[in-house]
């Protein structure tokens, strides 16, 4: 039985709102081949846990987070506080403990 | 994997900078941040030392950081400005009554005065109101035309020099973009200006014009700033938004995109003959407009007189409506004697129900059902008569009156002042003002 996969993740700037108002939560994500039985990849990337937070967190308007099989641009993400421009993005793969936030920049002022 | 920032600090970058693709750490995007901010408002001369300067607060990302920031630089730069937060009380429930704890809180953390003008003081209706009365269609028109009045009107009580608005690069290119599809060229010469306004009025000035929206949530999330982001609760601006997306979709590519538009925007060279009309008075509440009665003043008569379409569309449509109710006004007057008797009759009734339901006897008219009934019988019986009257005379009740599809956003749009569209999502720049 493999372990799960401990991660946190946070939502701000208004994308709290498409996740039921939930500003943080820590997830245990199963290993990948049970999830993703088709994945080309051996471990959790982002790519893979956008997938898993439209699955099981994801409450409304999916349209407003998710274009295509990435996040719809101008949705920020921070990989432990950090740029995920800087860290290969959705290729960016998942270690026990990681914080990713998503901040919205769609919104009125 | 760290990537070092690339000034050559030492830190490890946090971010990679839309404008430049440099990756870059905390300390140093604040610097180059800030200092882009004040180049930004050196270069355009925005303010004069000893200025009175409102800032547009509306508590959302924009106007917060631009709060923050222009304290900041005051102090750094000795600017010697006297900064104030001046906000707009719409009046929309669940929205802007939220944001304004969230301005109330600017306030006290940049310790600067607040002057808050709501609607309901200024023109006696609420977005609420004014929504239940037209409809979610058009209402950003209302929204934006009173907005912008009403922080001019502000601005003049404040006694300040300028406005700072929070617009950003991305509102700025989203406004530029949105001018060429529209084929509006007047507004397209204008809209890139740093410093609007014409003579009689208080300029408004963009210090944020070149900044990236990007960077300016970074910039409120590593500072720790507190800001409102709630999308508006009335409709959004369809084609405004397809502007942001398609923009949003380039910038993911290419994010110089931004800054280019922008750069081809103040760049392109308009016909002479292109212009804006005159800027003159409004003969009823002297406040700037190009028309004679300005937009403000329209948009406030047709919902005072249950027109809510005056105004909505073309000027020249307000004539033909106003002097058809003036005609209705008048057939009115003489069907209102008619229904003076019926009337009579209906008040002494409710005034008799409400009396006994508010006294002893409320038990013994419930059991006889009395009162109820009989009220509704005559209103009833007045309504058909009133309903009879108002067919005759075509007019429409209040409650009926319904907005024609024909008036879509797109001819409205055309009427709009760059700064009257709702902001981000509701058309991303009004809100965010």
Redesign the interface.
């Known amino acids: 039985m493999a372990e799960t996969l401990t991660v946190e993740v946070m939502f701000g700037g208004g994308a709290e709102l498409l996740f039921n108002k939930v500003k943080r939560k820590e997830i245990a994500l199963p290993p990948l081949k049970t999830f993703l039985p088709d994945s080309q990849n051996q471990n959790w990337t982002l790519k893979e846990l956008l997938i898993w937070l439209k699955d099981n967190l994801l409450v409304e308007r999916e349209e407003l987070f998710l274009k295509d099989d990435s996040v719809r641009p101008g949705i920020l993400v921070l990989i432990n506080e950090e740029d995920w421009e800087l860290h290969g993005q959705l290729n960016y793969e998942l270690k026990e403990n990681d914080k990713i936030m998503f901040i919205s920049t769609l919104h009125g002022g | ?1 760290p ?1 070092p920032c690339k000034r050559g600090c030492g830190n ?5 900078r839309p404008k430049t693709g440099d ?1 870059i750490c905390k300390e140093c995007f604040f610097w180059a941040f800030e200092t882009e901010i004040h180049y930004t408002i050196t270069k355009g001369k925005l303010f004069n030392k000893g200025d009175s300067v409102a800032v547009a607060a ?6 917060t950081v631009l709060a923050h920031t222009l304290k900041t630089l005051n102090e750094r730069y000795n600017y010697g400005l006297n900064l104030m937060l001046l906000s707009i009380d719409e009046g929309i429930t669940g929205y802007r009554d939220d944001s304004l704890e969230t301005v109330k809180q600017n306030r006290d953390d940049y310790e600067m005065p607040l002057k808050i003008l709501s609607y309901k003081d200024l023109y006696g209706w609420t977005m609420d109101e004014i929504v239940a009365q037209i409809g979610r269609k058009n209402n950003c028109t209302f929204c934006g035309v009173f907005r912008r009045q009403a922080l001019d009107r502000g601005a003049a009580m404040l006694n300040v020099k300028c406005i700072a608005t ?1 617009h950003n690069a991305d509102d700025i290119a989203e406004t530029v973009l949105m001018n060429v599809l529209r084929g509006d060229i007047a507004r397209l010469k204008r809209c890139t200006a740093i410093t609007t306004g014409s003579e009689g009025t208080i300029p408004r000035v963009k210090p944020l014009k070149y900044t990236y ?2 960077e300016i ?2 910039y409120a ?1 590593y500072k720790k700033l507190v800001y409102f ?4 609760v009335f409709a959004p601006n369809a084609y405004r938004g397809h502007a ?2 398609l923009l ?2 380039m ?2 590519i290419r994010p110089s995109c931004i800054m280019d538009i922008i750069y081809s925007g103040e760049t392109m060279s308009i016909k002479e003959e292109v212009s804006l009309p005159t800027q003159r008075l409004c003969i009823r509440c002297n406040f700037v407009s190009s028309q004679e009665v300005c937009k403000a003043c329209v948009l406030l008569e047709g919902l005072n007189k249950g027109l809510p379409k005056l105004g909505i569309g073309k000027s020249s449509k307000v004539k033909k409506l106003l002097d058809e109710y003036n005609t209705r006004q008048n057939n009115l007057e003489t069907a209102v004697k008619d229904l003076e008797d019926c009337n009579i009759t209906d008040k002494k009734t409710s005034k008799t129900c409400k009396n006994i339901s508010n006294g002893f006897k409320q038990k013994e008219c419930n059991a006889t059902n009395c009162c109820t009934n009989k009220t509704e019988r005559n209103v009833e019986k007045n309504n058909e008569k009133l309903q009879t009257v108002l067919d005759k005379y075509s007019l429409e009740n209040n409650s009926q009156v319904k907005l024609d599809e024909e008036d879509s956003d797109d001819s409205e749009i055309k009427h709009q002042d760059e700064d009257d569209t ?5 058309g ?1 720049l009004g ?3």
Not at chain 2, 58 to 63: L, N, T, V
Not at chain 2, 229 to 232: G, Q
Not at chain 2, 422 to 426: L, P, T
């Open positions: 994997m990537v490890n970058a946090v971010l990679k990756a509306s508590g959302g990302k924009d106007s929070g929206e990007k949530v970074m999330h982001s709630t999308e508006c942001r997306a949003k979709d910038e993911k709702c902001s981000s999502s509701c991303r809100v965010g003002f």
